[in-house]
């Protein structure tokens, strides 16, 4: 399967400010996925991000507040803009290596907004 | 979209074998049942993944009925580090991805010594 390395970890941000996630990796791969997971609560798919085009956002999440970038296929980055209490979650990025083999997954960033 | 239900939570003694249903009553044609596994501080870790009958790997079985309205996730023997969230989830399973898939609320197991 493929490895993921997601970074920060964790973080704590001021409200109004921004913070970029990065998810590296190891194998070239043609969608990435985005989630986030608020405390307690399972897994909400943010956005598909395929190279060389525009991510697709799911319902109630918008570019300007989660840009996110994909210049290559080992790589892409989420960003949590002019953030408020209500970001603090853990954030993922995953891939799908082989249909087979399901999802693989970082293993998130946990941002805290204060 | 195909939701799926599964009992919010489960206790368990250690060595016993653990059943968790989930329930996917408006199941499409070409979606697929995947199980995961979530500790703390991680992301969900693939389990088993099946279309229809049973699927057995080195970590666990998965039964799913003649109709695929529900499936089973069957542990066997569990031991203290099975406590997690489990997740079923159904989907499409397209040529290099998934398609149409929620992640339901999860299963949380907790295995007592």
């Known amino acids: 399967s493929a490895v993921i390395s997601q970074k920060p970890s964790r973080d704590i941000c001021q409200r109004g400010t921004s913070l970029t996630i990065q998810c590296q990796v190891d194998?070239?791969?043609?969608?990435m996925f985005w989630y986030r997971q608020q405390p307690g609560q399972s897994l909400t798919l943010i956005a598909t991000?395929?190279?060389?085009?525009?991510?697709?956002?799911e319902s109630g999440f918008v570019i300007d507040k989660f840009p996110i970038s994909r210049p290559n296929l080992t790589f892409s980055t989420l960003t949590v803009s002019n953030m408020s209490p209500e970001d603090s979650s853990i954030y993922l990025c995953?891939?799908?290596?082989?249909?087979?083999?399901?999802?693989?997954f970082g293993s998130g960033t946990r941002l805290t907004v204060v | 979209l195909a939701k799926t239900t599964q009992p919010i939570s489960m206790d368990s003694y250690e060595g016993q074998e653990v059943n968790i249903t989930c329930s996917h009553n408006?199941?499409?044609?070409?979606?697929?049942i995947t199980w995961y596994q979530q500790f703390p501080s991680q992301g969900p870790r693939f389990i088993i993944q099946g279309y229809k009958t049973k699927v057995t790997n080195e970590v666990a079985s998965l039964f799913i009925p003649a109709d695929r309205k529900s499936s089973t996730l069957s542990l066997p023997r569990v031991s203290l580090s099975d406590t997690a969230v489990y997740y079923c989830?159904?989907?499409?399973?397209?040529?290099?991805?998934?398609?149409?898939?929620?992640f339901g609320p999860g299963t949380s197991l907790s295995v007592i010594p």
């Open positions: 408006n199941i499409a044609t070409n979606d697929y």
């Open positions: 995953s891939v799908v290596d082989r249909v087979d083999e399901g999802y693989t």
């Open positions: 989830l159904v989907g499409e399973l397209m040529k290099t991805s998934y398609d149409k898939v929620i």
């Open positions: 194998s070239q791969v043609t969608m």
């Open positions: 991000a395929n190279q060389g085009s525009e991510a697709t956002y």
